[in-house]
C-alpha cells in the first residue's frame, strides 16, 4: 500500500508561480515498487488530463500546454514528487492530483487533490 499526498495547491494570479509537493508513504519495498509518478489535473467539466510524468531515473515528460512553463522533478530520497509550476494562466486552473503505478503489481494510486486557482 502507498499513500499519496498532495500539497502547495491554492490561488495566485495571471503569471505567477505554484510549486506542489506529493509526498509518498508506506513500506519501503512498496516505495521501491514504484516506476512513474505522475501529475493530472481536472478542470471542472473536463476530462482529467495528463500534465507531467517522471520515471524512477529521472526521465520526464510533459503535455504540450504546459512544456515551458512547468518543471516535475522527485526527490527519492525524501519520497516526494514535485510540480513547479511558472507562468500560470487562468487555463492551468483545475484540481490536481498526484498518481504512481506499481512496476510489479501494476496497481495505480491516487492522491486525494489540490486545487490550483488562476485569477485572471
Known amino acids: 500500500q502507498v499513500r499519496l499526498v498532495e500539497s502547495g495547491g491554492g490561488l495566485v494570479q495571471a503569471g505567477g508561480s505554484l510549486r506542489l509537493s506529493c509526498a509518498a508513504s508506506g513500506s519501503d519495498s512498496s516505495i521501491n515498487a514504484m516506476g512513474w509518478y505522475r501529475w493530472y489535473r481536472q478542470a471542472p467539466g473536463k476530462q482529467r488530463e495528463l500534465v507531467a510524468a517522471?520515471?524512477?531515473?529521472?526521465?520526464?515528460n510533459y503535455a504540450n500546454s504546459v512544456k515551458g512553463r512547468f518543471t516535475i522533478s522527485r526527490d527519492n530520497a525524501k519520497n516526494t514528487m514535485y510540480l513547479q509550476m511558472n507562468n500560470l494562466n487562468a487555463e492551468d486552473t483545475a484540481v490536481y492530483y498526484c498518481n504512481t503505478q506499481s512496476s510489479f503489481t501494476f496497481r495505480e494510486y491516487w492522491g486525494q487533490g489540490t486545487q490550483v486557482t488562476v485569477s485572471s
Open positions: 517522471i520515471s524512477s531515473s529521472g526521465t520526464t
